[in-house]
C-alpha cells in the first residue's frame, strides 16, 4: 500500500513545489524599493534618463517595486560609480547611471577611479549619446577653428566629465586655447554660468539641450561647435565631430577612442557581484520596458532618443575600450599627467 500512495504523495508534493517557485519568483522584488543613482545634478540627460527608468521599470519587474531615482554628483559622476561598485547591494535594488566613459577613465588611470569597468553589471541602454560643446552666441569663439585663435572660458563638471577631458584634450591635441574653469556639479550648472556670462562657453547631452534648451536653439543664442562622436549627427550637420580632428593617425586613433563612448550612452549598472536571479530579471525588465507602447510614446513626447541596447551587449563594449592598444593609453595618461 505504501508503494502505492508514494507516486500520488511526489505528485502532490510537485504541485504544491510548482506554485511555491512562481511565488518566489513573482515576488523576488515585492515590498522592496529600488533606488536609482543618479551621477549628475538635475536636469541634464542622466537626470531625464534615470527618471524614466524610475517611472517605468517597476511595472516589467517581478513583485511590481517601487523605483525611486535619487542624484549623487561628484567627480563627473565618477562618485556614483565608485558607490555603485564598492557600497550599494548586490541584491538589484541599487542601479547606477554614470558616464559613458566608465571605461575610458579606468584606461587611462584617473585617480578618481576606484573600480573594475569590466567587472560590473549592466542592466541595458536607453540611448546612445552626443556630448556637445556650445560657445554662447557673444563669444568670439563660434567654431574649433576659433578656438585655436582666441582663449575662451569654457564650464566643466569635473575630472571624469567630458566637459572637462575634451576641453583639455584638444589643447594639448590640436592647439585650442579652451580656458576650463572647473568645479560646476554638472552641465545644468554649467549652461547656467554660460548664460549668466560666467563663461562663454559650457557642454551637455544633446538631448538634455534639444529638450531643455529649446528656446536657445530657436532664438540662436547658442552655437554648437564640436560633437563628441566619431561622425556627425544628421540633427548636428554643421557642428564637427570629434572622430574628424587630428592631423596623424595617432592623434586621430587617440580622439576616436575618446569618441567611441557613445555606443555606451545612457545605460544602466549594477554592483559587481549582484545575485543572478536579480540581474536577468532586471535585465528582462528593461528589455520589456523599452518595447512599452507608453514608454516608447512619452519618450517621443518629451523628445528624449530611444536607441535600447542589451546588457550583454554592452559589457563587451567595455571590454573593447579597455583592450584598447596600448600606446594610446600611455600616451593619454601622459597628457593628463597621470
Sequence with gaps: MTNTVRPFAFAAAAALATPALAQSGDALFAHKTITINIGNTAGGSYDLYGRMLARFLGRHLPGNPNVVATNMPGAGTLKAANYIYEVAPKDGTAIGIVTETLALE????????????????????????????????????????????????????????????IPNLLNKVIGTKFKVISGYPAS????????????????????AVKTGKASWLKDKKIKVILQDVPERSPELPDATALGELGETPADKQLLGLYASGGAIGRSFILPPGTSPAALKALQDGFDAMVKDPEVIAEMANVGLDLEPRQGETLKAEIA???????DVKTRAKALFGR
Design 106 to 165: 579606468q584606461a587611462v588611470a584617473n585617480p578618481a577611479v576606484q573600480y573594475d569597468a569590466a567587472k560590473f553589471n549592466w542592466v541595458g541602454r536607453f540611448a546612445t549619446s552626443n556630448n556637445i560643446h556650445m560657445q554662447w552666441f557673444t563669444s568670439k569663439v563660434q567654431t574649433i577653428e576659433d578656438a585655436k585663435k582666441y582663449e575662451t572660458t569654457v564650464a566643466a563638471a569635473g575630472a571624469g566629465n567630458l566637459s572637462e577631458v
Design 188 to 207: 545644468a550648472e554649467g549652461m547656467l554660468a554660460m548664460e549668466r556670462g560666467e563663461v562663454e562657453g559650457s557642454a551637455s547631452s544633446w538631448a
Design 320 to 326: 573593447r575600450t579597455l583592450a584598447a592598444p596600448e
